[in-house]
């Protein structure tokens, strides 16, 4: 593997507070040299980064693949590229698959069709109940000596306060997160979209805020008894937030998600039946997106994740309470912060590639996530400025479900690199600006 | 100022109040074509509407299929059961084979809110909603202040009170954006538990006793209490609904003026409405049912591009206001 030297970007890496333009230079996999200006190798590839930001590579750390079972809808190798093209060196993959990855067997396939993509890393998550029935524990020792490196019956909430518990208690030994999906199946049954002055006039069964927030208080009053890791998924309300303040006051370990889309849209999207805005948890209101937005700012919430979530065009084209919850968002994510928080809500580039690609790694003990060197060369180059209209034709993904199709964004990935090889690269000048992909 | 409709009817929110006045103004000649022996004009002859109801309905089908027939349209009914839909076809399939027929329009019933509008996305056909799951039902709304309307002349000011379950109610829905766009004071009242949460966004009085509806009301509209509400469990009973909110004759003696009683049937007598106020002196219920087929054919007149000045014309026997549009 030749070294590669990325020229004259500004590397943000807020792991070493480092915030400056410099050259980076990655040999046998790892970070050979960063900061000033490196004269390479002879034998290196050089990259200019002019104008562009090179970063940790970014983690996602809950998105759906798909594989086993939907194939059709999006594989490991295709969630793997799309994930590349977005800039994510890193994807946790929800174990919501058919069957569901709840025993090592399941895990280690994924790892190895991961191996196999050799695009973005794919790190299985694995269920928190067998079947994700809610009700027998599934065997997280052996499920994380296959790989994974969480667990969750994401899609589904764990109802059950006392398999909460006992999956928080039992998850100690192998420290690893319980991660989950909050939502007070009672109160949000049958529910299409947020509860409020929305539903009400689109005579859409809504599902409120409480839903969700009954579960967070539950979740960090578990955490707090059991001294568990709970890592609250996709963050939707305001009220959630102030929860999440109040348990982490207490040093409870709580941490917790928020996706792109509930940092930019609200319930208004769903006006006209537009199934595209469909997702659980629902789009909510304007005062939850600032919320959010502020707890993302000051490290309440403490990472940004997509919950990619694809579906076969024609399961969205119907009745909006018939259509399945969920949107595509590896390859929208960066330019959806880009363009809200940072463009709009005055986040910086730093605080943004700590959510994206910091963060991740230190909760969930990934590999990643910093440029010192030595590291793992796990590196994004991204434009902070490109403009680009969403066009999901393009979308490496097989998902075209985006709210965003036809929105003009701002910021894009150019160059991802994993374990010190190109994976993706927007154009031949590695510089972001031409159309033509490198496929994986 | 609109004085035209766009190429559907989906709903009552979107609509003007000069667009809704239009519409009940195109009714009011209308109404004197069924008092006819022979009940029938020519003005949509050569027109092909379908009649797609996924959802049982019997008078609002009725309804529909008198307006197209007096207005000499060809009609095809669609019900669920020996059709297509049934054997699990999509509605964008429906949609598409629909088209493919070249049909003028479509009147659609279905369960799903915003069925009408997905259709009306998809299709060139003209798109009358007949009732969207707990969305909206704008020629009931619209059929409803006409009734009103006969009685009150202009509802600028009028108090009116729904009563019922709001929360599931595309029949409340659109009266509240039709009476509202009028000038019209709307109230509601019901159990809590069968009103949305965000009811106080609506821009109405809220009235959590019925006593104090029929206080301040001049007209009430009684909805049909669906039998499902208590099995979900939204309310305990039929019995205490009707001791607690039931309309009832006692009540309505305690009012300080008559009240006009308004129900979109069909009724369950003795549960929201005793059956001496049904058909007692101040029910107009009757009535909406013969101003449903006015209102319908309106709908479709004005849809198939007819002028409301030639509404009159049109029931003289021309087809002037087809001829307009070609």
């Given at each position: ?58 983690i996602?750390v ?28 890193a994807?946790c ?30 790190y299985?998550i ?18 994380v000596?296959?790989g994974a490196v969480a ?20 998850a100690r030994?192998f420290k690893i997160p ?51 890791h709970?890592h ?21 370990r709580?941490t ?102 910091c963060s991740p790694a230190r909760l969930f003990n990934l590999p990643g996530g910093s ?70 | ?326």
């Amino acid at each position: 593997m030749k070294p590669l030297l990325l020229k004259g970007g500004k590397l943000v890496d807020p792991s070493q507070n480092l915030n400056t333009v410099g050259d980076l230079l990655i040999a046998d996999g790892k970070i050979a040299g960063i900061g000033g200006s490196i004269a390479g190798p002879e034998d290196a590839e050089v990259v200019d980064c002019d104008g562009l930001i090179v970063s940790p590579g970014f983690i996602d750390v809950h998105c759906h693949l798909r594989e086993p079972g939907r194939e059709d809808v999006e594989t490991i190798a295709t969630g793997a590229r799309a994930a590349a093209a977005g800039g994510f060196t890193a994807v946790c993959a929800m174990p919501n698959t058919d069957p569901v990855t709840d025993n090592q067997a399941a895990v280690g396939f994924i790892v190895r069709q991961a191996q196999r993509a050799a695009a973005a890393r794919v790190y299985p998550i694995g269920a928190i109940s067998v079947g994700q029935n809610g009700e027998a524990l599934a065997e997280f020792g052996e499920m994380v000596g296959a790989g994974a490196v969480a667990v969750s019956d994401d899609g589904r909430p764990v109802a059950s306060a006392q398999l909460m518990r006992t999956a928080l208690e039992y998850a100690r030994t192998f420290k690893i997160p319980v991660i989950d999906h909050c939502e007070e199946p009672t109160l949000s049954a049958g529910g299409a979209m947020n509860e409020g002055i929305v539903s009400a006039q689109l005579g859409l069964k809504g599902i409120p805020a409480e839903a969700e927030e009954i579960m967070v208080i539950r979740d960090i009053l578990l955490a707090r008894l059991t001294g568990g890791h709970v890592h609250l998924a996709h963050m939707s309300t305001k009220g959630s937030v102030e929860l999440i303040r109040w348990g982490k006051d207490r040093g409870i370990r709580v941490t917790a998600e928020v996706c792109p889309h509930h940092l930019s849209l609200t319930e208004e999207s769903v006006r006209g039946y537009e199934t595209n805005a469909k997702m659980n948890p629902p789009l909510r209101t304007a005062k939850d997106v600032e919320a959010l937005r502020e707890a993302v700012k000051d490290g309440t919430i403490d990472l940004i994740a997509t919950d990619h979530a694809p579906h076969h065009y024609d399961e969205k084209e119907r009745e909006f309470a018939d259509a399945p919850n969920g949107i595509v968002g590896l390859e929208t994510a960066l330019a959806v912060v880009v363009t809200n928080l940072v463009e709009k809500g005055g986040l910086s580039f730093s605080d943004l590639v700590d959510r994206m690609a910091c963060s991740p790694a230190r909760l969930f003990n990934l590999p990643g996530g910093s440029l010192k060197r030595g590291a793992i060369a796990d590196v994004t180059v991204f434009d902070p400025s490109e403009r680009w209209k969403v066009d999901p034709s393009k979308f490496l993904s097989k998902g075209r479900n985006s709210p965003y199709t036809g929105m003009t964004l701002v910021g894009r990935a150019a160059c991802t690199i994993v374990a010190g090889s190109v994976v993706y690269r927007s154009g031949n000048s590695g510089r972001g600006r031409e159309t033509k992909r490198a496929r994986g | 100022m609109t004085r035209t409709l766009g190429k559907d009817l989906l709903d009552l929110e979107s609509l003007t109040g000069d667009q809704i006045r239009l519409i009940l103004d195109t009714a009011e000649p209308f109404k004197e074509i069924s008092e006819r022996a022979i009940k029938k004009v020519p003005a949509l002859r050569g027109s092909t509407i379908v009649n797609l109801f996924f959802e049982n309905s019997t008078r609002t089908r009725i309804s529909f299929e008198f307006a197209e027939k007096r207005l000499s349209a060809d009609t095809v009914n669609v019900s669920t059961s020996g059709s297509s839909v049934s054997k699990g076809e999509t509605l964008v399939d429906t949609a598409r084979n629909l088209e493919a027929m070249r049909i003028d329009m479509v009147v659609i019933r279905h369960s799903a809110s915003g069925a009408a509008h997905f259709l009306a996305n998809r299709i060139q056909s003209n798109v009358i909603n007949a009732g969207d799951g707990t969305h909206e039902h704008p020629t009931q709304g619209l059929l409803d202040i006409l009734t009103l309307r006969d009685r009150f002349g202009d509802l600028k000011g009028r108090r009116i009170c729904i009563c019922g379950d709001i929360l599931h109610s595309r029949v409340a829905r659109s009266n509240i954006w039709g009476l509202t766009k009028l000038g019209a004071e709307v109230a509601v009242c019901g159990p809590r538990s069968l009103l949305p949460n965000a009811i106080d966004q609506f821009g109405v009085r809220i009235f959590d006793r019925v006593e104090e509806a029929i206080e301040w009301a001049e007209a009430l509209n009684v909805l049909r209490l669906q039998f499902e509400r208590m099995t979900a469990g939204y309310i305990p009973s039929a019995r205490e609904y009707n001791r607690v909110f039931g309309i009832t004759s006692e009540r309505l003696e305690r009012a300080p003026r008559d009240i006009l009683i308004l129900h979109p049937g069909p009724m369950n007598r003795g549960v929201e409405i005793d059956s001496d106020v049904a058909d007692g002196p101040h029910s107009v219920i009757l009535d909406q049912v013969t101003n449903g087929v006015a209102i319908r054919m309106a709908v479709l007149y004005l849809l198939a591009g007819g002028k409301p000045e030639l509404a009159e014309a049109a029931k003289g026997g021309s087809s002037r206001g087809r001829e307009e549009r070609e």
